[in-house]
């Protein structure tokens, strides 16, 4: 009889029970912010262009501004693409079957984590760039996408906190944290 205990409490020790699926407030919430990620988006896409104009007009301008204002339209449009790239991610979820969300949401959470590091990444690429931009209306526009990428920032955060409970958890010998 002890052969058949041993087997069962290591099992019982080791196995995790699936993750529940997200509340029907927490799914509200995550719809809200995947309007607001699309709203974003077409923010950012307003402003990349706003800065291709800019470089357009700064060929004959002062020294290396046209560089700066070329690698700050980079910055900008891969913060763009990542806010893209996450809201189609989340755009469907309504559509994968109930047994597959928490898998999902486990995998969408390392993307958000990166997303979230990327563009605190590309915030402090913006302040660098544009101590030497010299043109107080491309500074303006700056802070307008900063603004932009600090509030995807907010909502990758928020994100996290309502599917965490959803996720699908390593059992302890494989967690890395």
Known sequence: MM??????VVLLLVAEAPAAAPTDAALERMKTISGRLY?????LASLY???RGYAQFSMNGPERQLDYIQKLSLVIDR???QSYFLWRMLSVFDYLAEARQSDFLTLY???LQNARDDCRMSIRLIDLYAAFIEREEIRKTLQDVVGVIEANVYMYEEL????EPSMNRAPYPRRIQ
């Open 79 to 81: 913060a763009r693409t």
């Open 109 to 111: 959470e390392a993307e």
């Open 39 to 43: 709203m974003n988006d077409r923010d």
């Open 3 to 8: 052969r058949w205990i041993w087997p069962l």
């Open 49 to 51: 262009q706003d800065m």
């Open 160 to 163: 996290v906190e309502l599917i």
